[in-house]
């Protein structure tokens, strides 16, 4: 039986839950570390008095599984204790630090990630272990600063608030996961380069980050094109932060992002790489292969060590060492209990590591094609050896998709349709890649003429592969994206995922059926939401800081009217608006750029709206019977009506000078609403004019999105 071959998978099933529950429940973060501590010895004790009674062994279990569900929640408290002297606040202090990785240099500044060492408040120097992000203005001294480097900073911190917006990306949760402590932009002045009075050498993660950098330079030194160098960059030494939009679409598109990052992948190119070179040596001495086994090791970790010891290759790195150690000690073990085993490990230095996409989509795709690429390998048993291998391929990457595509459409809602050409193709394309790049960069010591040549034949390797990759993207219906999916239906396609697996394995083929009955309920999920989107009518006013942001919602019919400056960079969209529309189902938006809101365009934006139930003229907007005003620092009221305006929502954008006594000598509205243009102070003055009022407002930036679900 499957199970009873994975003993470490089915602690460390708890164990996750352990994590999963400090971080999502209430009750559970407020348990005193002590208390923890003390549940896990009463449990040993307990554990330790039912193991004399055989007819407890279920107890036993119990027992086991209810300690390693308290571990994960001690694993977590212990990683979110920190020096607390990092606080956003009004009081001035002083940081000292060591950059930890390559400064990435963009637009306007240079971000910064500084390992923090101490703190200074009040005249002392306290002691620290928090990590902060820096944008530093970019110059000609910041665009040289190098892993390793002090610096000495005057921060004004800041910590992300919750998303103001629906299905907003959490920013907040992001740089918690990754243990950032909170950012700061700081003015050339605030800030200078210092020698380190502690430490006489790097850490070793800045070390492994210097060493990259230089590799880097080697790389920069070849005859690759920009869009060449970057994916040479990113396969060979996971550094992509030079990586331009089109390249990272296009890969995308293509289902080919996977190589664009040092995983598993990689590592596992490494492995075979290895593997061939040993393999070149027949002997079947004993003392070979325990030392075959450590050099591999051993390179393996040297790899990830020039690749910057990255989270992604230390995750594949520890995959493959605790396979290998297995091998070393001549320990028979089942791939899924040294793959736990590596997760575990991970999760005890930083349980964290669980809420990143990359750790989830690595062990995933590991546990995918360990569980089914056998299966559907059996489908197709070919005589020849390049179509067995053609087979192989294809499996393995059909076996990763199954278990990752419910993660996929979580993140990214889209899918790419050509995975398997993409896979058939880039795969021995990233070993080629990978291969000549590493003899490259060797080249470069050895002979500047042969690193020439290596370097040609890799311009030519690459040229070949972005070709391709480009060529994918532009298939006809190379993606479905908007894919509507949510955590519940990813929750549902695992569990249905989990009962097949269980039902095969014990022989229980009913426990299979309710596994594949998964499928069904996915699809009436589906169909409940596409009822629901074709009904929905919503006027919502986003909270974008500095931005006038308004969508009015009818069905699936998707009308914005948005500052240009806003809409003129689409990470702003993506960032702000884009989940939001995919989770209601809306077609590509009709866009109204707000300086165009004006009676000179207002045929035009009839056209561009083309919806008879949003009739827009000059700043007045009727949907549904509500009727909405916009006053910005341009209109122009009259001085005295016999009877007001009524209206449901009166919106103050711009920092419009227009005094509060003079729009409620206009206007008669419901609810004022002030969006995220406005400044705090114009905000604070509204606000002491309007509490000598009866009428109701609301301030976006504060409390986030106004959302009017219209029935």
């Not at 308004?550 to 990470?571: L, P, Q, T």
Request: hydrophobic share 50%.
């Amino acid at each position: 039986m499957l199970l009873g071959k994975i003993p470490l998978l089915r602690v460390l099933i708890p164990f996750i839950l352990g994590i999963i529950g400090y971080h999502y429940v209430a009750i559970i973060q407020q348990m005193p570390y002590w208390l923890s501590v003390l549940f896990i010895l009463i449990i040993g004790v307990n554990e330790f008095l039912l193991s004399k009674k055989y007819s407890y062994r279920v107890w036993q279990g119990v027992n086991i599984y209810l300690s390693f569900f308290v571990l994960g929640i001690l694993v977590s408290q212990a990683n979110t204790n920190s020096s607390n002297y990092l606080k956003p606040d009004e009081q001035s202090y002083l940081i000292k630090g060591e950059i930890e990785e390559l400064p990435k240099i963009m637009d306007k500044s240079v971000k910064v990630v500084l390992s923090v060492e101490a703190v200074k408040r009040d005249n002392q120097w306290l002691n620290s272990n928090d990590k902060i992000i820096l944008y530093l203005p970019k110059d000609s001294l910041s665009k040289t600063l190098l892993p390793g480097d002090y610096l000495c900073v005057n921060p004004n911190l800041n910590i992300p608030e919750n998303p103001k917006n629906p299905h907003q990306f959490n920013y907040k949760n992001y740089l918690q996961y990754h243990l950032i402590a909170g950012q700061a932009f700081i003015q050339s002045s605030d800030w200078i380069k210092i020698k380190s009075k502690n430490k006489r050498y790097l850490s070793l993660y800045a070390y492994s980050q210097k060493i990259r950098q230089k590799l880097l330079n080697i790389i920069s030194k070849t005859p690759l094109s920009k869009e060449e160098r970057v994916i040479a960059q990113a396969l060979i030494l996971g550094y992509k932060n030079e990586m331009q939009d089109n390249v990272q679409q296009a890969y995308s598109a293509a289902g080919a992002t996977h190589v664009l990052a040092v995983s598993g992948l990689h590592v596992g190119i490494i492995y075979l790489i290895l593997q061939w070179l040993f393999g070149l040596f027949q002997s079947n001495n004993k003392i070979f292969s325990i030392l075959k086994i450590i050099f591999t090791l051993l390179l393996i970790w040297v790899y990830a060590f020039i690749t910057g010891l990255s989270v992604s290759v230390m995750r594949a790195a520890v995959m493959f060492s605790v396979v290998l150690l297995g091998q070393l000690f001549q320990r028979k073990s089942h791939i899924l209990n040294s793959l736990a085993a590596s997760a575990f490990l991970l999760l005890v230095i930083n349980p964290n590591y669980l809420f990143q996409l990359g750790f989830q989509l690595s062990y995933l795709a590991v546990a995918g094609i360990v569980i089914f690429q056998p299966f559907i390998a059996e489908l197709w048993q070919p005589q020849y050896k390049l179509l067995v291998w053609l087979r192989d391929l294809l499996s393995v990457s059909v076996a990763a998709q199954i278990v990752t595509v419910p993660l996929t459409l979580l993140y990214f809602h889209q899918f790419p349709v050509y995975f398997l050409l993409t896979n058939l193709f880039i795969i021995p394309a990233a070993f080629v890649i990978l291969l000549i790049g590493l003899i490259t960069v060797a080249t470069y010591f050895i002979h500047p003429v042969i690193f020439q040549y290596s370097g040609e034949l890799l311009h030519y390797v690459i040229r070949i592969t972005n070709s391709v990759i480009f060529g994918i993207q532009k298939f006809p219906n190379s993606v479905i994206d908007k894919i509507y999916f949510t955590p519940l239906m990813a929750l549902i396609s695992y569990c249905g995922m989990l009962l097949i697996i269980i039902g095969f394995s014990v022989r229980k083929f009913f426990v299979a059926l309710l596994g594949v009955l998964s499928i069904a309920v996915l699809l009436f999920l589906s169909a409940l939401h596409d009822i629901s989107a074709e009904n929905q009518k919503q006027f919502i006013v986003y909270s974008v800081p500095h931005y006038s942001v308004y969508n009015f919602i009818d069905g699936r019919d998707n009308i914005v009217v948005a500052d240009d400056k806003f809409y003129s960079k689409s990470k702003n969209v993506d960032f702000t608006l884009k989940n939001n529309w995919v989770y209601l189902g809306l077609k590509d938006e009709k866009v109204v750029p707000f300086k165009k809101l004006s009676v000179k365009y207002q045929l035009s934006n009839i056209f561009r709206i083309s919806n008879v139930h949003v009739y827009v003229k000059d700043k007045f907007f009727y949907f549904y019977g509500e009727k909405i005003a916009v006053i910005d620092r341009f209109v122009t009221l009259p001085n005295k009506l016999k009877n007001k305006i009524t209206l449901d929502y009166l919106i103050l954008t711009k920092n419009t000078s227009v005094p509060i006594d003079k729009l409620l000598s206009v206007f008669k509205p419901k609810l004022i609403i002030f969006d995220s243009s406005n400044s705090k102070y114009k905000i604070n003055q509204w606000v002491k004019e309007l509490n000598k009022t009866n009428i109701p407002f609301y301030d976006v930036m504060n409390k986030g999105a106004f959302i009017d679900i219209i029935e």
